[in-house]
């Protein structure tokens, strides 16, 4: 098979993957995630049930699924930061990304009851936080990239990519329990904001 074909094959099954994740997510968001089968879901997309397990292996991939769509483009946010940014800024410009897609209109109905699910349904949050040790894992690599490539490359044993990349995706789960707990009042923007702020800026 070609380059070019093998690309277009790629790209398809981004694409059918992710109509497939949306139209699970309108749904887990209508009817609940225990209510939601995949017959419904199957049939949402005018698919069988075979079908759908070609793209997701899962019920819980089905829901998760979308964050694999936004890992590109964080990492991408990352890499066009300015070299010299400390990485504080840069990783809390990375979270821009999530908080343009809770903004974004016509998810305000969905963002909120998907998060709920995935925080209150325990195989899902093992999912999702599993999910952000690989963000986590890309992270540091950029990070020690980032710091080489500007001739100032960190030691071997120095903790300080791995430990600012924690202490941000920590700051992200808390401000995702903070704007749940709030009835997702204001805005996830905020919410990240405010948890990053408490944790304070970091170089």
Known sequence: MSESRSGLRERTRRAVRKEIAEAAGALFAERGYEATTIDHIAAAVGMSQRSVFRYFATKEELVLGKFDFVVEEMLDVLRARPADEPVWTSLHRVFDVLSSIAE??????????????????????????????HMQDAVVTLLLERAEAAGKPYAADDPAPRALTAAAFGCLVAAHHSWLASGAKGSFRDAVDRAMATVGPRA
Request: net charge neutral; glycine share 6%; hydrophobic share 45%.
């Open 104 to 133: 974004a209109p016509g998810n305000e109905k969905l963002v909120e009851p998907i998060n709920r699910m995935v925080f209150e349904t325990p195989a899902l949050l093992a999912g999702y936080l599993q999910k952000l040790q």
